[in-house]
DNA sequence: ATATAATGTTAGTAAGCACTTACAAACTCA
DNA sequence: TGAGTTTGTAAGTGCTTACTAACATTATAT
């Protein structure tokens, strides 16, 4: 093991972080990956039996579908439009500071395939699950209407999920003049007169 | 030039579509192109001169956003939740249909690039300021509130672009048990109620 | 029927890929 | 210091890739 830094390990997933959500799986070599990391390429082979085995730790290393779990207890206290707007902020939040890994699941999650696409659809409906049980409290309180909560989830992270994607991943110019929090305010404004009574 | 039938060369573009959808650009070879289409490789060089130039050929040809624009004018006299029930429902007919073309561009758009980036702007935007302007007309017949209408038609875009992408590219199954019409219908009755007086 | 064009067959190139082997150098820690 | 671990260097494997050259075969059209 090296000294007090950052290991040879952790510094071989970190470049293939970078360069997967660049170039692609199959566009990044191990070549350039062991260059960004500054180690010879037999190390990476060390350490990593072959280039599909260091995609999988990349995807488990990086994981960031937990830290989105962490965003809903904290806003309970709030009143409906300000959670929401909480919610869409750090969701947006959490996607940039994950960008890299955002990218490559974005475009190549449907080439590999069924163990991988099993984890992300558990934690997915955890994190919708969790979302639905916000709308059920919130409905108790009498703030809302009836609706579907469960769909109401997905459309909610569904706005932001697809702004993020279009501005930050494939840079679509469209919306540059509106800043994050003119997009969920306004995103948020519709959204919470269409689930309020 | 051969009979009646499709040239060689629509043939070849129709596999090159197929498989870059299903395998990526990088992951579909020149080979499995050709017998996808049934000519010897060869043949498909004399036709393209390189990959990068069959795949600027598909992405031209098969080309979706014009069929998009031609939704909004057939909806103009319909009341306002069943007009935004049928942009909804043709929009994602649309996405269906050309289901491959979407597939291609979801998954590697941000990397093949800055020319083709270009022509999708013009489209997308072209098509946002269609259906603002809708939503300006329906403004003035007294049925809305005021909001900015470019923004909503971004909105309501992406909420049915993101449904039709997790479902039919990502393959995720957590709306299983809503149907596509369950799905507008619940999604158009929040964003409806969200922007009705 | 014959000239022209489109395609097939075969063989090949040069480059790049993931991945390996063998050995020497450096670092870690007792 | 010395043993063990981790890394680097160098060379190379076998495979696949996009792409080409030369020539034979078929289809089309007048």
Chains 1, 2 share one sequence.
Do not use: W
């Amino acid at each position: 093991m090296p000294k007090g830094r950052i290991s040879t390990r952790e510094r071989i997933v970190l470049a293939a972080l970078r360069l997967f959500s660049e170039k692609g799986y199959l566009g990044a070599t191990t070549k350039e990956i062991s260059a960004e990391s500054g180690v010879a390429e037999v190390t990476l082979f060390r350490h990593f039996p072959s280039k599909e085995s260091l995609l999988r730790e990349v995807l488990s290393t990086y994981t960031f579908l937990p830290a989105l779990l962490e965003i809903l207890p904290s806003v309970e206290a709030m009143p409906y439009e300000k959670a929401l707007s909480e919610i869409a902020r750090r969701f947006i939040e959490t996607l940039r500071l994950r960008k890299d890994l955002v990218k490559i699941m974005h475009s190549e999650c449907h080439l590999y395939p069924e163990k991988i696409k099993g984890v992300q659809n558990a934690f997915l409906t955890e994190l919708l699950d969790i979302l639905a049980g916000f709308f059920k409290s919130r409905r108790k309180m009498g703030d809302l209407k009836n609706f579907d909560e469960f769909l109401a989830a997905r459309l909610f992270l569904s706005m932001f999920y697809q702004y993020f994607i279009t501005k930050e991943v494939l840079c679509l110019g469209l919306v540059s003049n509106y800043s994050d929090d003119s997009v969920i305010e306004g995103y948020v404004n519709i959204f919470s007169r269409g689930t309020k009574k």
